[in-house]
DNA sequence: AAGTTACACAACCGCGGACCT
DNA sequence: CAGGTCCGCGGTTGTGTAACT
């Protein structure tokens, strides 16, 4: 049983909308507003199109407010942010984004954003390469978390070298990644991650490994899919010897659609992080509107003056037999 | 100057979920 | 509870234009 078309496309118009149109659809929902039914808004406003694309051209073109042009570096930093967070949720994004609508933002994503944070982060594709070969890289997300006294050039959060669907992971990766001291602190902060069971309370406790590689990579492996945790802990480094915390949780949803990724901050740093990425990640809750991330972040852990990296990422093993 | 390519943006399409009957 | 309808979302495609050869 096939779904009822929404419109007949035989006698709808398709394609670039003419000023007229835009005029009528402005006037009728001026007039009467949408009326709660975009189906016949456009027979209604004597106009020949699809309501959907009627409720399209209104809400991404001549609504209210609607800011064009280019992006600020403010906005380029929520988006990376919140990308790093909930992935391609643009409605979600846009609505951090007053005046921007999700097309707006997917479409400045896809065709300049993207491709801007491509650039510089090829070393760590090797790198992660080097010890996952085994696994299909889905998504990897690079997250630069700036510390106060950071250069310019290192504000932008995020750095992404290869985004497709998150879809289908089967397992979950998440290392970090430093420059100068701030690794260590990052890696302590990973690493508690691991090994305090007690961050964890959501009905699949399943970070299992944690591994190191040859070049002082660190990784957790989550080997579930479904792992929810909602909790936010501070976790007293161990093992590394450093004085990190844990700031925050993460959830892998049921939908397994996002793998928040819990952020290090050395001791100094841990309160302006905490301020500095709350807002990236305040649009973020579940369906009972709890708090799904409360930071995510990276700093440096002995004094705030150079810039750290940590990375989440996503991987499939689904080619893996 | 004409043809081709690359890019940016607008619009379309199909799916999932909410809501209604 | 099942089926139908509509809305909203995200991925994809189409179109116009600038840049390049």
């Given at each position: 049983m096939g779904r009822a078309p929404c419109c007949d496309k035989a006698t709808v118009k398709k394609g670039p909308w003419s000023p007229e149109e835009d005029i009528k659809l402005k006037e009728y929902i001026h007039k009467h507003g949408t009326g709660g039914n975009w189906i016949a808004l456009p027979h209604k406003a004597g106009l020949k199109r699809c309501g959907k694309s009627c409720r399209l051209r209104w809400l991404n073109?001549?609504?209210?407010n609607i800011k064009h042009g280019d992006f600020s570096d403010d906005e380029d930093r929520i988006i990376c942010n919140l990308f790093a967070t909930i992935g391609s949720r643009w409605s979600i994004i846009a609505a951090q984004?007053?005046?921007?609508?999700d097309n707006d933002i997917k479409n400045y994503w896809n065709t300049k954003l993207k491709k801007k944070l491509m650039h510089g982060v090829q070393p760590y594709t090797t790198h992660m390469h080097n010890h996952c070969s085994s696994m299909k890289q889905q998504q990897l997300l690079f997250l630069t978390a700036s510390a106060p006294a950071a250069p310019p050039e290192a504000a932008c959060p995020l750095s992404l070298q290869h985004l497709s669907?998150?879809?289908?992971?089967?397992h979950h990766y998440i290392s970090s990644y430093g420059s100068s001291n701030s690794s260590t602190s990052l890696l302590s902060a990973a690493a508690a991650a691991g090994s305090h069971g007690g961050l964890l309370n959501g009905?699949?406790?399943?970070?299992s490994t944690s591994c190191l590689d040859s070049d002082g990579g660190l990784g957790l492996y989550f080997d579930e899919l479904c792992a929810t945790v909602t909790t936010s802990s501070g976790v007293h480094g161990q093992g590394l010897g450093m004085e990190s915390f844990i700031l925050g949780g993460f959830q892998l949803q049921e939908d397994h659609h996002k793998a928040m990724l819990v952020a290090g901050a050395g001791a100094g740093a841990a309160n302006q992080l905490n301020q500095q990425y709350s807002a990236a990640t305040s649009g973020c809750y579940d369906d009972e509107a709890?708090?799904?991330?409360s930071v995510t972040g990276g700093g440096d852990?002995?004094?705030?003056t150079s810039s750290s990296f940590f990375y989440g990422s996503s991987y499939s093993n689904d080619d893996e037999s």
């Open positions: 073109y001549l609504r209210p984004l007053p005046g921007r609508t669907s998150p879809h289908d992971y089967s009905e699949h406790q399943t970070m709890k708090p799904l991330v852990g002995a004094g705030g």
